[in-house]
């Protein structure tokens, strides 16, 4: 029996052999690559009757926490849209790309593809919650993808913030669930408080582009665009939708987030007239399907679950075929603007056909399937109580029929002024998969196979928690959702000659009404105030620095100090020998010393013996390897300061008396503070040692007689682990701030 | 500005306290060392030759990036806890076996190797300290 994990290893295995293998097949490569894709929609398919299909195994057995998929007739829904939109996405990505780019794009894509495939099946929060954010980060891979560009990464960088405060968002809320219902497994999940939902809910939001997070969707278009066909309007923007609609049953009708949907909706579609880029245009589109998703998610009624998952499939078709047709002018006319494209059937007449059956679904004109996904919508809500939401529908279908027509009619019939000329013609990889896409959006509203349609049921049950028994034709009758859909069609062609206009208004809009220009201010912001808490912290001077570290030290130790009443008493032992006294004598003495010395090389080597006599008295109480350590640390200290001594001015006294005064006051508190810590610490009740345990034990477990040693590279080998990729990481961050030279102007070099 | 002297007291000592590092390193697990102090000394030998000889002497003797070397100390030291997953021990557990060498029966194992790895972090980030210190 083919498993799940066998596709997700699959894709993880392709991801890993495209670079190697890509680059000497190059275009071809794609072409192989689409076996991936296309074997997981054909299994897809074959496993039609056996749902649900599922599989676990232990993750983290100490938590409980089990890597268990299920996939249920909705996760099979996107499984088939990722496969199948992905399988024509990776052919036309070999058309599209460059031969010497398509590698990269392939490795990150097909990550992405089992990152998808793995939230469609996830059974366990957890586990849909690590695909999740691997779709965030590919996403931003993806959109940054021509990273030489500042607009991609500003966008990859947005859109990164955006989807990833979403999903902390969203882990804050899959984590109540989970402890709420005492297990992460999304089947056991029987209550969930309504803040949970607000957090989840917020999380998918970002995610799927509903206001007030919706801006990034439309700037994410500067990925290339085999990206933004399959990312951005097929399949990840949809794992927002696809998370809230699997977990409907749990949550119930939520009003809200019907309004949050309809608000979406409505602003997209307005918005959407404001572009003359095809795939901004396209992008704002898209923001709007996905906020009449969310909407009829949130009413929650039988009729609303049929429409959600007949809009997944019909937009999923048409706008997948739309991208890629906009991409493929773009290719083939060097430019995507609606104004300066004309008279493309002549140019370009093999992309006419894809850009018109597809247009004709986006528009809803009847046989299409997206006549089908809006007479459903309508129907899913009663005139008398869901005329807001019926008004959003309609507006949405007005914008669709000017949307499709500048589309076909504007751009490929009619001529402009300014017409751009034609590069070179497309091939057949940039004109045949958006050409399927659209002929399946056909095939699918005009012979709504039986098969289909019992398929949409059920993922409709599986939505709604109970069984779904809505016909679903092309003909309902004289009801309605015809009237409007007619009255919608007809709005739409007497305003489309008014497009242009429109267009300018809507463009004209200042940037904080789209939200952008407040996530902008938002960021300057956080910037301001980081760089304003740096430049409190980092003093100027190293004397201000280290009064600041000191005062700050001295007042919580005061604090801590006033609040825990210590003792202090000198701790028992043997008294203190004669040489030992020998030895902190010189050390005081150099201590005193050091300060009179006036120059820098003196008072460091001066400073060294304070070292040295440490370094011996740890030798008189037997610790020979911190004595080593500690000479060899003395002797590399100074030799560091002799390098850096040399580059710095002639040392000269430039205090005043009052300064050197609060050095000297501050030197002696601290100094104080810290020796009476010290002789708390020392008479405080101690704890039982370890000490005994690693002494008798070093040798037979540790195979070593040197504890010191063995604590260091055995008993704490992780921590010295971690110790050692901080001095290299101290060291790589000394490095760049050596070399990075800060010209008068600001200019870094 | 350079000293003769200094010169050719290197050229005598510099040999024997690079021995003396691999030496500290390797009796490290049984007596005073390891691979802390003998990545210190290793990197006092080539502060030496910076003081004596100059930036781009002590770039010959270190013959490679020491930027390299730290990483490559980081990937030996992460490494040394793999062998504990074949026998089905976590991370970082030590093994240790005899190993039949000329001088007779030596105990080996993961610990040594981990050492060997903060040996060279410790010399590598020392020595890239004192390059961009000699900018």
């Known amino acids: 029996m083919v498993t799940i994990e066998i596709f997700l290893i699959a894709g993880l295995i392709l991801a890993a052999l495209a670079q190697p293998i890509g680059r000497r097949l190059g275009s071809s490569f794609s072409l192989l690559a689409t076996l991936v894709p296309l074997s997981a929609f054909v299994w897809g398919i074959t496993s039609l009757q056996t749902l649900p299909i599922i599989s676990s195994r232990p993750w983290v057995p100490s938590l409980g926490l089990d890597f268990s998929l299920r996939l249920d007739h909705l996760g099979l829904l996107f499984w088939l849209l990722i496969s199948g939109i992905g399988t024509l996405i990776f052919i036309y990505a070999g058309a599209y790309m460059k031969p010497k780019e398509l590698p990269r794009l392939l490795s990150i894509l097909s990550v992405f593809m089992v990152a998808m495939l793995g939230i469609a099946s996830a059974a366990n929060a957890i586990t849909l919650f690590l695909f999740w954010e691997i779709t965030s980060i590919t996403s931003f891979l993806l959109i940054g993808f021509k990273g030489e560009y500042e607009n991609s990464r500003k966008s990859a960088v947005q859109a990164l913030a955006v989807t990833g405060i979403g999903g902390l968002i969203l882990l804050a809320g899959l984590i109540l669930l989970g402890t709420e219902n005492q297990t992460f497994e999304f089947a056991q999940w029987t209550s969930a408080s309504p803040i949970a939902i607000t957090l989840v809910a917020i999380g998918c939001m970002t995610k799927s582009a509903q206001f007030p997070f919706h801006f990034w969707l439309p700037n994410a278009m500067a990925a290339p665009t085999p990206v933004s066909a399959y990312l951005h309007s097929a399949t990840m923007v949809k794992a927002g939708i696809f998370l809230l609609a699997k977990l409907s049953p749990l949550f119930g009708p939520q009003p809200a987030l019907a309004w949050i949907g309809a608000i979406t909706l409505v602003w997209a579609s307005v918005l959407s007239l404001g572009e003359r880029d095809l795939k901004r245009i396209l992008a704002w589109s898209t923001v709007g399907a996905l906020g009449l998703m969310v909407m009829l998610i949130g009413h929650g009624t039988k009729e609303a679950a049929e429409a959600v998952a007949y809009t997944i499939l019909a937009h999923a078709l048409y706008k997948g075929a739309l991208f890629m047709t906009a991409g493929s002018i773009d290719h083939a006319m060097g430019t995507r603007d609606a104004l300066q494209l004309g008279n493309l059937r002549r140019h370009i007449p093999t992309l006419a056909l894809p850009a018109i059956l597809a247009s004709l679904s986006l528009a809803g004109i009847p046989i299409f399937a997206g006549f089908i996904k809006k007479e459903l919508a309508l129907a899913a809500f009663e005139p008398a109580t869901g005329i807001p939401f019926l008004i959003a529908i309609i507006i949405s279908a007005i914008s669709g029929i000017i949307v499709a027509m500048t589309l076909t009619h504007r751009i490929f019939f009619q001529s402009q002024p300014e017409e751009a000329e034609l590069h070179h013609a497309p091939t057949p990889g940039l004109w045949i998969p958006p050409l399927i896409l659209a002929v399946l959006g056909l095939l699918v509203g005009a012979f709504c196979l039986p098969i289909g349609e019992h398929f949409i049921q059920y993922v409709a049950a599986t939505i709604h928690g109970s069984e779904v028994k809505n016909h679903i034709a092309l003909w309902h009758g004289f009801k309605l959702p015809l009237f409007l859909s007619i009255g919608a069609i007809v709005t739409g062609f007497i305003l489309n000659p008014f497009w242009p206009r429109i267009r300018t208004s809507l463009e004209n809009l200042p940037k904080t009404v789209t939200l952008e220009g407040s996530f902008r201010a938002l960021n300057q912001l956080t910037n301001q105030t980081s760089v304003g808490i740096t430049m409190f912290y980092e003093r100027r001077s190293v004397r201000d620095h280290m009064i600041l570290n000191f005062g700050a030290f001295l007042v919580i130790l005061g604090v801590v100090a006033a609040q825990n009443p210590m003792t202090l008493a000198l701790p028992n032992g043997p008294g203190i020998l004669f040489h030992e006294v020998v030895l902190l004598l010189f050390a005081a003495l150099a201590a005193i010393v050091v300060i009179f010395i006036p120059n820098r090389l003196g008072a460091v080597a001066v400073l060294g013996i304070v070292g040295v006599a440490m370094a011996i008295t740890y030798v008189t109480f037997s610790a020979p390897d911190l004595a080593l350590t500690q000479i060899l640390i003395d002797v590399l200290t100074v030799v560091l300061f002799v390098l850096i001594f040399a580059k710095l001015p002639r040392f000269k006294d430039i205090l005043t008396k009052n300064q050197k005064l609060t050095n000297a006051t501050i030197s002696i508190v601290f100094g104080s503070a810290m020796t009476l810590l010290m002789l708390a610490v020392l008479s405080a009740p101690q704890l039982p040692s370890i000490n005994h345990y690693f002494a008798e034990t070093s040798y037979t477990l540790g195979q070593g007689l040197n504890v010191v040693n063995v604590i260091i590279v055995d008993y704490r080998a992780l921590d010295t682990m971690g110790e050692i990729t901080v001095l290299c990481l101290a060291a790589l961050g000394v490095h760049t701030l050596v070399r990075l030279k800060v010209k008068s102007g600001g200019q870094k070099q | ?135």
């Open chain 2, 1 to 135: 500005m350079r000293s003769i002297l200094l010169q050719t007291i290197c050229r005598f000592i510099i040999p024997f306290l690079l021995v003396l590092s691999v030496f500290l390193l390797l009796r490290g697990h049984n007596e005073p060392g390891g691979g802390f102090a003998g990545g210190l000394i290793a990197a006092s030998s080539f502060a030496l030759i910076l003081l004596a000889f100059g930036k781009n002497e002590m770039k010959v003797a270190m013959r490679f990036d020491p930027k390299s070397i730290a990483g490559i100390g980081l990937v030996i030291a992460v490494l040394s806890g793999f062998p504990a997953f074949f026998i089905g021990e976590p991370y970082l557990k030590a093994i240790w076996f005899m190993l039949p060498t000329p001088l007779g029966p030596t105990k080996v194992g993961t610990p040594v190797i981990f050492d060997i790895g903060v040996y060279l972090v410790v010399i590598g980030i020392t020595v890239s300290f004192l390059e961009d210190m000699d900018e």
